[in-house]
């Protein structure tokens, strides 16, 4: 999966980004919505296998996100598959994880916005879930922008996460293929 936008390239992983998603991963403010909060370097290399055998296997997954200006490794964005631990799933998710530094300079929508156009275009999907813990309002708010919408009737517990903990509720968002991707 390699997909440019005016800005970016989302590009399957490589050992050179290994060290500087580790740094992502380590930022207690970045992952504070996440469970578990923080991933070591050895989680992160675990993470980045399984995207590159998703992607492998799926032909879509959860890649790099690099500024073009300066060949910087700025997030992880991409597609994957959920089983049946999302209600109503399997679905396909996107998601989206950026360094600090590049929040609020429109990146993840710029990313998130071609990777649904792959998704439409590219992949022939026809609908394309995201999900967040329910406090998690910058994501919300991107899911929003991109014309995902949400129904509180499929609100759900994650239940990877402990009974207790702020980030159990969880939100589910959709969007659906448009009409003129068809």
Same mark, same amino acid.
């Given at each position: 999966?390699? #997909? !440019?936008?005016?800005? %970016? &390239?989302?590009?399957?992983?490589?050992? *050179?980004? #290994? !060290?500087?998603?580790? %740094? &992502?991963?380590?930022?207690?403010?970045? *992952?504070?919505?996440?469970?578990?909060?923080?991933?070591?370097?050895?989680?992160?290399?675990?993470?980045?296998?399984?995207?590159?055998?998703?992607?492998q296997t799926h032909g879509f997954g959860f890649v790099a996100v690099e500024?073009?200006?300066?060949?910087?490794?700025?997030?992880?964005?991409?597609?994957?598959?959920?089983?049946?631990?999302?209600?109503?799933g399997p679905h396909v998710e996107i998601g989206w994880i950026l360094g600090?530094?590049?929040?609020?300079?429109?990146?993840?929508?710029?990313?998130?916005?071609?990777?649904?156009?792959?998704?439409?275009?590219?992949?022939?999907?026809?609908?394309?879930?995201?999900?967040?813990?329910?406090?998690?309002?910058?994501?919300?708010?991107?899911?929003?922008?991109?014309?995902?919408?949400?129904?509180?009737?499929?609100?759900?517990?994650?239940?990877?996460?402990?009974?207790?903990?702020?980030?159990?509720?969880?939100?589910?968002?959709?969007?659906?293929?448009?009409?003129?991707?068809?």
């Open positions: 999966m390699f #997909i !440019e936008t005016p800005r %970016l &390239v989302l590009r399957p992983w490589a050992e *050179r980004d #290994i !060290e500087a998603f580790a %740094l &992502v991963n380590a930022d207690p403010e970045v *992952r504070r919505y996440y469970y578990p909060a923080i991933l070591t370097p050895a989680e992160t290399c675990t993470m980045l296998a399984e995207c590159d055998r998703h992607l500024r073009k200006v300066d060949g910087a490794l700025i997030g992880g964005l991409g597609l994957s598959s959920t089983g049946d631990e999302i209600p109503g600090r530094e590049h929040w609020r300079k429109g990146y993840a929508f710029e990313a998130a916005s071609a990777c649904l156009a792959h998704a439409w275009s590219t992949l022939g999907l026809l609908q394309v879930i995201g999900y967040t813990s329910s406090i998690n309002t910058p994501s919300r708010a991107l899911m929003q922008r991109l014309g995902m919408r949400s129904d509180p009737q499929e609100d759900f517990l994650d239940v990877t996460v402990p009974e207790g903990n702020p980030l159990r509720p969880h939100v589910l968002y959709r969007i659906d293929r448009p009409t003129q991707a068809i």
